[in-house]
T-cell receptor, first 111, second 113 residues
Framework: GEDVEQSLFLSVREGDSSVINCTYTDSSSTYLYWYKQEPGAGLQLLTYIFSNMDMKQDQRLTVLLNKKDKHLSLRIADTQTGDSAIYFCAESPYNTDKLIFGTGTRLQVFP | EAQVTQNPRYLITVTGKKLTVTCSQN?????MSWYRQDPGLGLRQIYYSMNVEVTDKGDVPEGYKVSRKEKRNFPLILESPSPNQTSLYFC????????????FGQGTRLTVV
């Protein structure tokens, strides 16, 4: 069945890199997404990667996709206190508009 | 400004008292959906709609109803709320068949006592 898993918490020092990991089960997923949820707000799309790509870089964000292991990661370089939020990994199975979300990883950045 | 608007943001109600959470989008999106967010479970889809008068169950539809009479609106109806429906609810919309960004509302925190 469809399942997306993430670790629940990550704590990093300001200025360090953060790496948030995600595993998914549906190999047909054509797009994989990272959404950010700030306190009291809805989810906002951070970045996404097409399944035929291994890596995508967007300023401080780097997405790595290992399709063989069904593993997705989000690296945030030079993490700032404003990056403190919950990060959701999501997959979109082939030929559907459905988004399947992971449990979310709460990133806490301390000075 | 492109947005998804949910109302109310916060609601406390009693078991069995029917309620409706409204959702409206101004982007002419065909696809709209409702999620509930619970600690340790992430977001789970309740219902979705591919277009006007086309709705279907998501992963956790029990105890909920929806309607899609107009393209912009997708209300979530709880006919007889129970405490296990206490949760944070999100409405989202996106273009259909495009894998483009899904836009989310601000959320509705519902408490059923």
């Amino acid at each position: 069945g469809e399942d997306v898993e993430q670790s629940l918490f990550l704590s990093v020092r300001e200025g360090d890199s953060s790496v948030i990991n995600c595993t998914y089960t549906d190999s047909s997923s054509t797009y994989l997404y990272w959404y950010k949820q700030e306190p009291g707000a809805g989810l906002q799309l951070l970045t996404y990667i097409f399944s035929n790509m291994d890596m995508k870089q967007d300023q401080r964000l780097t997405v790595l996709l290992n399709k063989k292991d069904k593993h997705l990661s989000l690296r945030i370089a030079d993490t700032q206190t404003g990056d403190s939020a919950i990060y959701f990994c999501a997959e979109s199975p082939y030929n559907t508009d459905k988004l399947i979300f992971g449990t979310g990883t709460r990133l806490q950045v301390f000075p | 400004e492109a947005q998804v608007t949910q109302n109310p943001r916060y609601l406390i109600t009693v078991t069995g008292k029917k309620l409706t959470v409204t959702c409206s989008q101004n982007m002419n999106h065909e696809y709209m959906s409702w999620y509930r967010q619970d600690p340790g479970l992430g977001l789970r889809q309740i219902y979705y709609s591919m277009n006007v008068e086309v709705t279907d169950k998501g992963d956790v539809p029990e105890g909920y109803k929806v309607s899609r009479k107009e393209k912009r609106n997708f209300p979530l109806i709880l006919e007889s709320p129970s405490p296990n429906q206490t949760s944070l609810y999100f409405c989202a919309s996106r273009m259909v068949y495009s894998n483009t960004e899904a836009f989310f509302g601000q959320g509705t925190r519902l408490t059923v006592v």
